[in-house]
């Protein structure tokens, strides 16, 4: 019987932890659904590029307000991180507070763990009223209705939550400590948590160690829940913002890829050599290349990895020209929209042993329209814009090729502007003998 | 306005068994467009007044391909490119100077990776560089009192990093530079790229270019520069929509250096 809390402890951290890999290895599979690109390059600018995003949050401090309290949610996060440590050696050997030898240096630990937890708790009453009161316009949008709302919301009531039970647990830590209960050695600073005590006076040394038991477990539990709560939410930006800005996209941002496949074919129409009778030499059992993205298969995994990475912040469509004067186009929506059908795709998987059959959807009409995609300037606002290095505009041209090269359905003007190009080299009718008239107009 | 222009094609350098300085690719707007034309010729005014012994392709230019690839079609992009690139490499091009943004980005990066390398500077680069090296020198105070505001091409600033070089040319000028809520890496887009420029725009509440102008009066300006000749177009617009087209004027830099000197 001794042991039953650490045997009830040890099993829900394997729960928590194993529930947590298999999502893991879900998102893993999704992912790599996705074309393979090759990324290997500038690996030097690439870990640049991450500390300086994901780690220092260089971009999230464009917009002062959220950018501070996001950061002061974020650097919590991570410290409070030593806390679970030691809360998950202590609740595997049943000991308590284990990495109090450390003195000194452990009342500076848990002091600032405590500063943090009330600076989190005011950022997250922040952004609580950013989202629901003020309703900054970006959080309003179309897209945000039903549960990408709920999901922001939630996020902010679990870390309230947490934090509220950590001060709980120390206060009453702190008051079990002053009346000398037994395992309640003298450690810790609690600068914050001392202003909770009054709250449970009287309560008798028995009552105390429950509340500080309740909130230990609930404060652990509700850690581990949050793990896996993650892969069904746009917090799974807290880990993957770091893979997501490492492949970000580190060429000029006004350069497109040129399709190999395209280049190919170009190559051998005008090689007046090429036989144009002669069989396909290699693989020519192998599938017609599909020009362009119609579905979640035809982007390349770094463009998927994207879509599970975007936090629905807005930040993109806020800075959306289409967006900004009413179209429909709104690239927060291309996102989630990818990780939505994506999603779908997996789910189809998962009910078939891992293979997709088609549900007669795709990515294209389904859930994106030619008419968002054709709003697009191209002008990279987007991409400027997103704290954690997304592309959105890379997908909406790999689905306009394919609206183009698949199925011939631009609108009927650009039809007009490439025949042109076609035709006389300019996306004019003009002839290309006149190309040098304006030197003497 | 038809003094002469001093302007050559490679076909002629060929046959005097030279090469120029530099490319000058003029783009199918520049070469088509009325408006864009008079960029065309107050740029070369400048090459000029500088002694650039510059070549144009002439007729045998022909479309980088940027609007079709931007519109998704890859295949013409690709086409366009390879014929283009063969006709650079059989003048062994090494140089290139344009004042469209699209074909400067275009040349500049996608080319490459399909056999076309070349230095590729924008023309308000390449005419800060001839002030630089004394070459061209920029006098008077013609402008002095008029407040010119620079909407950056997303193509030349937030997409190639270019904000500098057209600031210093006005900034020459002796003009009053102001700067809009917007500018540089936050420019808001003129409404023309990624093929907008040739088509309707989709259903909205505005449409981009006027909320750009919008943006580009606001700070009360006697110009509006630009250093894209749709940027140009659509700001143009967006003044008469605004019905300011007898207060403010729409012109490349380009231009402005051009008039400053009374070229
Ligand atoms: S690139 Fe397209 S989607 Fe992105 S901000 Fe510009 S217009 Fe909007
Ligand atoms: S793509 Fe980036 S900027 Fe846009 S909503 Fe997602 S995270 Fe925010």
């Known amino acids: 019987m001794e042991y039953l809390p650490n045997i009830i402890f ?69 410290i409070i991180n030593i806390e679970v440590l030691e809360i998950i050696l202590d609740g595997l050997f049943g000991t308590h507070r284990l990495f109090s030898p450390l003195g000194p240096v452990y009342d500076l630990l848990i002091g600032s763990f405590e500063i943090l937890a009330l600076l989190v708790i005011v950022a997250v009453v922040v952004f609580w009223i950013r989202r629901n009161i003020i309703r900054i316009q970006r959080f309003i949008k179309p897209e945000m209705k039903g549960w990408p709302k709920t999901d922001g919301n939630m996020i902010l009531y679990i870390e309230f939550v947490l934090m509220v ?164 186009l709104s690239p927060r929506k291309i996102m989630m929209d990818t990780r939505d059908r994506l999603e779908e795709v997996g789910k189809i998987m998962d009910a078939n042993k891992g293979e997709f059959f088609s549900d007669g959807k795709q990515l294209l009409n389904d859930y994106i329209t030619p008419e968002e995609l054709w709003a697009c300037t191209t002008c990279n606002a987007c991409v400027q814009a997103c704290p954690v290095s997304i592309d959105p505009l890379s997908i909406i041209v790999e689905m306009r090729r394919y609206l183009v090269m698949e199925q011939s359905a631009a609108p009927t003007e650009l039809n007009n502007m490439m025949s042109n190009i076609e035709n006389n080299g300019a996306p004019w009718p003009y002839n290309q003998m006149d190309r040098l008239n304006w030197v003497n107009e | 306005m038809s003094e002469q222009l001093k302007v050559k094609t490679m076909q002629e350098f060929m046959a005097e068994g030279k090469q120029p300085e530099i490319l000058f690719w003029v783009g199918s707007a520049g070469s088509f467009d009325d408006r864009a034309k008079k960029i065309s010729r107050a740029f070369v005014k400048l090459l000029n007044k500088a002694d650039v012994d510059f070549a144009v392709l002439g007729t045998e230019e022909s479309s980088t391909g940027d609007v079709a690839k931007r519109a998704g079609n890859e295949f013409l992009f690709q086409m366009q490119a390879m014929m283009n690139i063969e006709v650079l490499n059989g003048y062994e091009i090494k140089r290139i100077v344009t004042c469209d943004p699209h074909s400067f980005n275009t040349l ?41 505001t620079f909407h950056d091409p997303c193509y030349l600033g ?106």
């Open chain 1, 10 to 78: 040890a099993v829900a951290l394997i729960a928590g932890i194993g529930f947590f890999v298999r999502n893991v290895k879900k998102l893993t599979r999704n992912i790599k659904l996705g074309r393979d690109v090759d990324v290997s390059d500038n690996k030097a600018q690439r870990w640049k590029n991450m500390a300086k995003i994901a780690l220092g949050q260089t971009k999230m401090v464009v917009r002062p307000i959220a950018g501070i309290m996001h950061v002061i949610v974020y650097v919590g996060f991570i």
């Open chain 1, 165 to 328: 039970l950590f001060l709980t647990m120390n206060a009453a830590d702190f008051q079990l400590q002053q009346l000398g209960a037994e395992h309640y050695k003298q450690a810790g600073a609690f600068p914050v948590s001392q202003f909770i005590v009054p709250l449970l006076d009287g309560l008798s040394e028995s009552s105390l160690i429950l509340v500080e038991r309740t909130a230990w477990w609930l404060h652990i539990l509700g850690i581990l829940a949050f793990l896996n709560y993650l892969y069904y939410s746009k917090h799974l930006h807290i880990l993957l913002a770091f893979p997501n800005t490492y492949y970000g996209k580190i060429k000029p941002q006004g350069q497109f890829n040129n399709l190999e496949s395209v280049t190919k074919e170009v190559k051998l129409m005008m090689d007046p050599d090429a036989d144009p009778y002669a069989a396909p030499a290699e693989d020519s059992t192998a599938e017609p290349e599909k020009f362009g993205a119609s579905d979640v298969m035809d982007l390349n995994w770094v463009q998927l990895l994207n879509a599970y990475t975007c936090t629905e912040c807005g930040r993109c469509t806020a800075e959306c020209p289409a967006n900004q004067t009413g179209k429909k």
């Open chain 2, 108 to 148: 500049k990066n996608e080319y490459p990776s399909l056999g076309g390398n070349y230095d590729v500077v924008h023309h308000t680069q390449y005419l800060k560089e001839l002030i630089d090296n004394g070459r061209l020198t920029i006098t008077g105070d013609g402008y002095k009192g008029k407040r010119i």
């Open chain 2, 158 to 263: 937030r997409a190639n990093s270019v904000f500098d070089a057209p600031r210093e040319l006005l900034a020459k000028t002796n003009a009053e530079l102001v700067e809009m809520k917007r500018h540089k890496k936050t420019a808001l887009c003129c409404g023309a790229g990624g093929a907008q420029m040739f088509k309707e725009p989709e259903k909205g509440d505005m449409d981009v270019n006027v909320l750009r102008t919008k943006g580009a009066l606001e700070t009360n300006p006697n110009i509006i520069a630009t250093g894209c000749p749709y940027c140009n177009t659509m700001m143009t617009d967006g003044i008469k929509a605004h019905e300011k087209e007898d207060s403010v004027t729409v012109l490349d830099v380009a231009e402005v250096l051009a008039n400053s000197q009374g070229l």
